[in-house]
């Protein structure tokens, strides 16, 4: 009976042993030493929640060049796990896969800056922390972020942010003859840039440079890459930059070489990323060399792949090359499935990404007017060579053809653009309460209306063990997507700061915002502590708190100063304390009401609510919203506000 305790127990043992070390040399993604389906059953068995989020991060990152879906589904897992138990050490690797997934498989570069910042934030927290096993893994997790910060940015076609944070990282990594160097002295200096970290920098170094069109820096750094991986069956990566070099450089028939060299190599290493880039890549080639028919079985390979692996933006990329393809061929029925393939691609793209309108319209735009300028080539060479009475004919034909498909691309473009605006309205419900706090002592009712389909109002409760309450209101500026990721920032760090005094929060949060970089969008935020009989309010940029007291029918107008959040980043804040018996009423807003206009262009104004809460002071919080929103609508007379409406209102009861 011992001798089989002893063997379950080593088993538990050697498996802890295996999972910490492949956490702490952070293994090659495809070539992880253990199977998903074990590591999963491992999981069930153990109750240490440390080993679960690191065999989580292990699994989503084996599905990092397959996978996307299946990555970001165990990444969330092992991050939520990390979250819970305040494992922050574990943080910056999880989210720099993430990184590397929603930057180089899904497409989905806004979130890849989002989850650069993450890694940025926990590498940073960490440099303050004990070390492990006396590595400073961390230092090397900032060089990492700042590189995938840059590559979301240039993605996103924002050169002089990408420039920004390339030149965060020490210069030395960017010149070839002395980055050997630069590695023993990272050693020295105990961090660790083991062979995986080198090749992971040195990959999305190359990709930064091919996006920013650099390509004297892609041959210094692939050829870098090269050295570092030798002859080993895995340098899928040196050939595919390889492969885009010469595709650059004109050299087609080398490069369909190499690209076919490089589908052996990835297949073997489970590297099917690559594989569908080499056969996106195999396409290209051979459209240029005028061979269609191996460029339509090679982009067919891609979409047919796509159906067991991900590759997000090669799909929609060898959509619009077989659109191309079957548009010179004259296949019109062909040639509308691939571009509602297309446009449907780019649909996905946006609502993953939640990425700004203007870049969608672009790409669809792109589209649009290439099919007009060659249906306008075709024409005038069609009118060369036709006698009027054919042509006028053939117009005429083309004419209501034509009217028919735009008829069809603008339905294309108008169902894109609503569920654009679902999505950002999903979204900013997505980041209100459920339901409002439940409790004896008080009576809470809430009101929001944005003026758009998307707001950038927000108010949110934080209830406490000691039995108090935090009021949270606040006002992202302007509207639509860039609000809703304000919002969502802020949201995120109120639920990271632990519960300190309200003006402690928002300094805390100032820095938060002002760390992930949002350019001039800021946040305007109050926040009340809502304790037995006290509260405790501060406030950032937002209009006055309302205070009515029962005991003397009267109401108080208390305006705090403070810039909004993500301007000074030391900005401090003042707090009020004031005394909240039964039958008061505390009332957070917005300035979209106070500011409302009538026909006549005049303000409702501050005084005119003043009054309104004096006078319904006594009723419950519900009514008093109900007599707010019914004056404020009449003001308007029928009109539409022009900015978001946003009430709290909590009465003290007993």
């Not at 090659?28 to 068995?45: G, H, N, T």
């Not at 990329?317 to 548009?327: H, W």
């Not at 339905?411 to 419900?429: C, F, G, T, V």
């Not at 106070?594 to 409702?604: I, M, R, S, V």
Request: charged share 25%; hydrophobic share 40%.
């Amino acid at each position: 009976m011992k001798i089989v305790l002893m063997k379950k127990y080593s088993l538990i043992l050697i498996f802890v042993i295996v999972a910490i070390q492949g956490y702490a040399q952070t293994p090659e993604p495809q070539s992880l030493p253990f199977s998903v389906q074990d590591s999963l059953k491992k999981i069930a068995e153990t109750e240490d929640q440390r080993i679960k989020a690191i065999v989580y991060s292990n699994t989503g990152s084996y599905y990092w060049l397959s996978k996307g879906d299946s990555a970001m589904l165990y990444l969330s897992k092992a991050e939520k796990i990390a979250k819970e138990n305040n494992f922050i050490d574990l943080l910056p690797k999880i989210y720099g896969f993430f990184a590397s997934v929603d930057n180089i498989v899904l497409g989905n570069y806004p979130m890849g800056l989002y989850h650069g910042f993450e890694q940025l934030k926990y590498s940073a927290l960490m440099q303050d922390r004990p070390k492990i096993s006396g590595e400073d893994v961390y230092s090397r997790n900032i060089y990492l972020a700042y590189l995938n910060i840059a590559l979301s940015y240039a993605y996103l076609g924002n050169n002089e942010k990408a420039n920004e944070y390339i030149n965060k990282i020490p210069q030395d990594i960017y010149i070839p003859e002395k980055f050997d160097k630069f590695l023993t002295q990272s050693k020295n200096e105990n961090i660790n840039w083991n062979e995986y970290s080198q090749t992971q920098f040195l990959s999305v170094s190359v990709r930064y440079y091919i996006t920013m069109n650099e390509y004297e820096k892609v041959k210094l750094f692939n050829q870098m890459l090269k050295q570092l991986l030798g002859d080993k069956v895995d340098n899928s990566s040196y050939i595919i930059f390889k492969s885009h070099l010469m595709m650059h450089y004109k050299m087609y028939d080398s490069a369909a070489y190499y690209y076919k060299i490089n589908i052996d190599i990835a297949t073997k290493g489970n590297n099917y990323k690559h594989v569908l880039e080499s056969n996106l890549g195999l396409a290209q080639a051979y459209t240029n060399l005028g061979n269609i028919d191996s460029a339509i079985y090679f982009a067919s390979n891609v979409l047919r792949l796509t159906g067991d692996y991900t590759y997000t933006v090669g799909l929609l990329n060898a959509n619009l090359l077989l659109y191309n393809i079957y548009k010179e061929k004259g296949n019109r029925d062909s040639t509308l499935k691939y571009l509602e393939a297309a446009d449907v691609l780019k649909d996905q793209l946006f609502n993953n990404a939640k990425a700004n309108e203007a870049q969608n319209i672009a790409l669809n735009e792109e589209v649009k007017q290439r099919e007009l300028n060659e249906q306008k080539a075709e024409q005038q060479k069609f009118l060369m060579l036709t006698g009027i009475a054919f042509i006028l004919l053939v117009v005429g034909i083309y004419l209501y053809g034509k009217r028919k498909e735009k008829e069809r691309i603008r339905q294309i473009e108008e169902e894109r653009k609503n569920k654009e605006l679902k999505a950002a309205s999903d979204l900013q419900q997505s980041l209100l309460p459920k339901e409002n706090p439940k409790r004896s002592d008080l009576d809470i009712a809430t009101f929001i209306r944005s003026s758009t389909e998307v707001g950038g109002d927000y108010y949110d409760f934080f209830p406490q063990d000691n039995g108090s309450l935090f009021s949270v209101c606040g006002d992202a500026t302007g509207h639509g997507v860039s609000s809703g990721m304000m919002v969502s920032i802020t949201k995120a760090g109120l639920n990271g700061i632990e519960a300190l005094a309200p003006n402690v929060i928002l300094q805390k949060l100032n820095k938060v915002v002002k760390k992930v970089d949002l350019g001039t969008l800021r946040m305007s935020l109050n926040i009340v502590e809502i304790s037995d009989k006290e509260l405790n309010m501060s406030s950032a940029a937002m209009p006055p708190i309302y205070l009515y007291k029962a005991s003397s029918n009267t109401v108080e107008e208390l305006m705090q100063s403070g810039l909004p959040l993500g301007g000074l980043k030391d900005e401090t804040f003042d707090q009020l304390t004031r005394s909240f018996e039964s039958g008061d009423v505390l009332i957070q807003l917005s300035d979209g009401l106070p500011e409302a206009p009538n026909a006549k262009g005049e303000l409702y104004d501050y005084d005119q609510l003043k009054s309104l809460i004096q006078a319904s002071g006594q009723l419950s919080a519900q009514q008093i919203i109900d007599v707010v929103i019914e004056s404020v609508d009449q003001w308007l007379e029928g009109n539409r506000n022009p900015d978001d409406i946003t009430l709290v209102v909590i009465k003290k009861l007993g």
